[in-house]
């Protein structure tokens, strides 16, 4: 009898033991979820992560974006006016294309004819537009943050971004804490 | 006696519980796999991509590779010919690489000078073209998709792509199917 | 009796099953651990790759960056020189950059003057140079692999990199067994 009940709480330790290593590896286990770094300022890349981005939350994903670098400008919106830039800022904000309307393919630009190529044919072929598509990406949920460091550096300021629900402004850290609890990762 | 009996029952419960976590986390845990976007239209990152590509399918990793947008017209076989295009079909035609074998480095491109030394010096060093590495994947099982909305955007027909061991041609879809079970995922 | 020890060894041995596969879980379950393929030459795409490989090893990640293609001349070390090179090593070390101080912006170089603009500006909004955030990397553990295909195709020698701890040389076989048991892959 002795030798029995030492048995049964043998198994009760060993058991709580394994539940404790199944509840870790659940906890640590990565979600269902897509981290893209949004760097580049090409029409094509972008256009690229958000086919991405929504081709992912309709499957039921929780999808972030990160923007950095020439990403940011992207996220500019053209109807905005901000003051009081210093003269740095007032020149990144005059070199770099402000919002989506205004960006260019990285190859086969040619002046700005291969670009319009581009969309024209994404038109004719029912591919949506990137305006249509960040709005199409606010509807599902698809969650975008901003890098504070880069809008500092270029000198943007909150005020002349679109209006996008929840909208983040963060830096890496946050950005890296979603990725490592991601299943895809990509930097674009 | 009944108290025993209870505990047994109780123990079986959460055994069955606890199994079931586990089945759920191996059913989730992420696959040997690598799933690779190939987006560029670049030499050198093709390169890269089929390095990548062979050497972890000598590790037995199971390999997708995703061609899309510049990454697509790597793929077209340069000595099959397409009619029925339209203008812009042509014209896509036209000006982008027809195989690997037109690919230029993203630098010191120098007029074709810099890809034919780079080229050369491949040669001189043992490190397999292009062709020979796609061979070489296609023989180690490589899996290769490309992105129906670029052959569509580019007028590109399946008649003039390369003859490739089960070419998928597939969505957006598709691939994060396979990213989401993947270990490993480059966007190139 | 008989029934109860059978009942007995029966959960010894499903729960020995379940052990074995929650161990299996656990061996292969991805570690809190980021790989990074440092493929880019450009100083935007180092930076982002050093802010994120600083920040995540601040989060206590393990961080390997792997530099190949353009992006291993940049870990040069500009005060060593070495002889013996043929001529295509003497002609791509005279064309690539010598350094992290050399490298430019991928957009706005403007001839060089948007490169410094983006270093005064950096300096300006205390975010540190490249040079400080390579030792910052070093001092924080930051594992630097450097591709051997890479180095013998530029016609770089080892004697020519930097002084960095435990610089690894090695191929594409060995980053991937990394990228394999990591949670996060960039490729930059």
């Known amino acids: ?25 659940t906890k640590t286990a ?10 580049s300022g090409d029409l094509d890349k972008a256009l690229a992560s958000f086919i991405i981005a929504t081709g992912a939350a309709a499957m039921g994903m929780d999808v972030v974006m990160f923007f950095t670098f020439w ?5 500019r919106d053209k109807k905005k006016k901000v ?19 205004k960006v260019k393919l990285s190859k086969m630009n040619m002046g700005g ?21 960040i709005a199409l990406a606010a509807e599902m949920g698809v969650r975008i943050f901003i890098c504070e460091m880069s809008m500092d550096l ?15 402004y963060c830096g890496v850290a946050k950005m890296l804490e979603e990725a490592q609890s991601s299943k895809v990762q990509f930097f674009i």
């Open 113 to 133: 004819m291969g670009t319009a190529m581009m969309k024209s044919l994404m038109k004719k072929k029912n591919v949506a537009s990137l305006e249509d598509m």
């Open 83 to 101: 003051g009081g830039k210093d003269l740095l800022g007032k020149m990144f904000g005059a070199m770099l294309p402000k919002g989506v309307g």
């Open 154 to 168: 270029m000198g943007f300021q909150r005020e002349e971004m679109i209006a996008y629900p929840n909208l983040t």
């Open 30 to 39: 990565p979600e269902n979820k897509l981290v893209m770094i949004c760097f």
């Open 71 to 75: 990403g940011t400008p992207l996220l």
């Open 1 to 25: 009898m002795k030798e029995k009940e030492g048995k049964e709480k043998d198994i009760e330790k060993r058991f709580a033991a394994l539940k404790g290593q199944v509840e870790n590896l």
